[in-house]
């Protein structure tokens, strides 16, 4: 009697489940599927704040878990070595990341794609869901930081040793551990590149507070609080994450901060922050921890409920032109998943390599990336020419 009961649950649970996704997903995104430019015209006046504005604890060498005690859920907050601590800091790839990732090597030309240069909000070869720029590889994650893997990056990379997920949480020294708890993530951003770029386009993650480190080589990000990302600019989610759909209205009050990364940076920001990561050149050591807390369901539930089907069911879509095995176990991020598919879709007509084809927010958002490099480098930015 048990099992029929038990059945009868699931197959109850698995209509309601369809129901939602077919009336609050498909019916949600028929309306967004034909974005342009001037959902982006609008010119709000945004309160900038500096990276020397974000509230920030500084530590010394191996002294972190005297500062940082637990998980910071719901913070942005900055743990930043001393001025003085900074020559201290050692990080040595070859000792602590002994493991495989998956790696590109991303041709900027984007050859045969529709391509957006240099944007906060399109990826580079946009519609590049083929592989047609740079074949997927394994290779060793501390070649990949060397002469040899120059030109390559690993995003949301997977290690194929285990162990190295806790030995770069171990090198924090905290008295805690994000792992172990019901649901956590975790994923490198390692590259290598010959030339700077944007390596990720606007996004949010409604689900999970995170905590990125800056293990070697540095990132300019910008964040949107969630007054901003999610309800001025009504981002909407595709599978567990959230793109917004048009720019803040003029009488709004839009916040953006600035945030520069340097080595030995431990940041933590909440669930629902949009951003977006523009990458220096060379060595670059990144990790990112995830930590799912029940309240977060209370804020957005309906994202929430509809990020879980679509993570469950959302390998609908996919449509593997790479069917290299081995690479399918290691990586589980899916460009072809029907989800990125909206996304794209979405973004469509935004897309393309004139300059007019930017929108205003766009605008805005990659000449504050700009005044940040500049300050940062000391030198005059210049935009990816290819
Ligand atoms: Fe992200």
């Not at 959902?39 to 500062?67: C, H, M």
């Not at 990949?144 to 090198?171: H, P």
């Amino acid at each position: 009697m048990g099992v029929f009961k038990t059945f009868g649950v699931s197959v109850l649970l698995g209509i309601v489940a369809a129901l939602f996704q077919y009336f609050v997903v498909y019916e949600r995104w028929k309306n967004v599927r034909s974005l342009d430019r001037n959902d982006f015209a609008r010119n709000p006046n945004w309160k900038v704040y500096q990276d020397s504005e974000i509230k920030t604890v500084y530590y010394e060498v191996d002294k972190l878990g005297e500062v940082l005690k637990e998980w910071q859920h719901g913070e942005f907050i900055l743990y930043r070595l001393k001025e003085s601590e900074k020559a201290k800091y050692n990080f040595d790839p070859v000792k602590e990341l002994k493991s495989d990732v998956v790696a590109r090597k991303l041709d900027l030309g984007c050859k045969n794609t529709e391509a957006s240069k240099f944007s906060t909000m399109l990826t580079n070869c946009l519609f590049d869901m083929k592989f047609q720029n740079g074949k997927e590889e394994i290779i060793p994650a501390p070649m990949l930081l060397t002469e040899e893997g120059s030109g390559y990056s690993a995003s949301f990379a997977n290690f194929t040793n285990k162990d190295t997920v806790s030995n770069l949480w171990n090198l924090l020294k905290v008295p805690f551990s994000p792992r172990g708890k019901a649901v956590s993530f975790e994923q490198a951003f390692i590259s290598n590149l010959k030339q700077p770029r944007i390596t990720a386009p606007f996004h949010a993650n409604p689900l999970t507070d995170s905590v990125a480190i800056q293990y070697q080589g540095s990132k300019t990000w910008l964040f949107l609080p969630p007054p901003t990302y999610v309800s001025m600019m009504k981002s909407t989610f595709a599978g567990s994450a959230l793109f917004p759909k048009r720019s803040p209205n003029l009488e709004d009050k839009p916040e953006v901060y600035i945030y520069t990364s340097q080595p030995g940076d431990v940041l933590f920001f909440p669930e629902s922050w949009g951003h977006t990561v523009y990458t220096y050149p060379g060595a670059n050591v990144m990790f990112n921890f995830r930590q799912m807390y029940s309240g977060n369901f209370l804020h957005q539930p309906v994202i929430w409920v509809s990020a879980v089907i679509e993570h469950l069911i959302g390998v609908k879509g996919n449509d593997w032109t790479q069917k290299d095995e081995d690479i399918r176990k290691i990586q589980k991020i899916v460009p072809q998943k029907g989800e990125n598919v909206r996304v794209q879709e979405m973004y469509k007509s935004m897309c393309g390599e004139e300059q007019k084809h930017k929108t205003d927010f766009d605008k805005q958002m990659l000449d504050l990336i700009r005044k940040e490099v500049e300050r940062v480098t000391g030198s005059p930015f210049q935009e990816i020419q290819s």
